[in-house]
């Protein structure tokens, strides 16, 4: 399975970007994508996760619940994170990243495969 992450940029606060995953690679379908990111001097925390490139079930870190939103297009092979209301707290790398479904879908130790990330600036 390989990722290609997009969509990174600056934004002032309370503004909105859309974050793309695209996957490519033979066995990527039986896979569920999600969203992790790391600020500077942090570590890798989960963001959200979505468990069928079809929809399905979804889940989110609680700092986002509410202003984020993951979506899959199958005919696309993407997924999107789309940001809504960010926060300068907000502001880090931003990686895409594929585990077996089966997986616990929280735990970044789930995931086989990684994007090579997005940088997300969020000004105040």
């Known amino acids: 399975v390989q990722l290609q992450a997009s969509g990174g940029g600056l934004v002032q606060a309370g503004g909105s970007l859309r974050l793309s995953c695209a996957a490519s690679?033979?066995?990527?379908?039986?896979?569920?994508i999600g969203w992790f990111r790391q600020a500077p001097g942090k570590e890798r925390e989960f963001v959200a996760t979505?468990?069928?490139?079809?929809?399905?079930?979804?889940y989110y870190a609680d700092s986002v619940k509410g202003r984020f939103t993951i979506s899959s297009v199958n005919a696309k092979n993407t997924v999107y994170l789309q940001m809504n209301s960010l926060k300068p707290e907000d502001t880090a790398v931003y990686y895409c990243?594929?585990?077996?479904?089966?997986?616990?879908?929280?735990?970044?130790?789930?995931?086989?495969?990684w994007g090579q990330g997005t940088l997300v600036t969020v000004s105040s």
């Open positions: 690679g033979r066995t990527f379908g039986s896979y569920a």
């Open positions: 990243a594929a585990r077996r479904r089966t997986e616990p879908p929280r735990v970044g130790a789930s995931y086989d495969y």
């Open positions: 979505i468990t069928s490139w079809s929809g399905g079930i979804t």
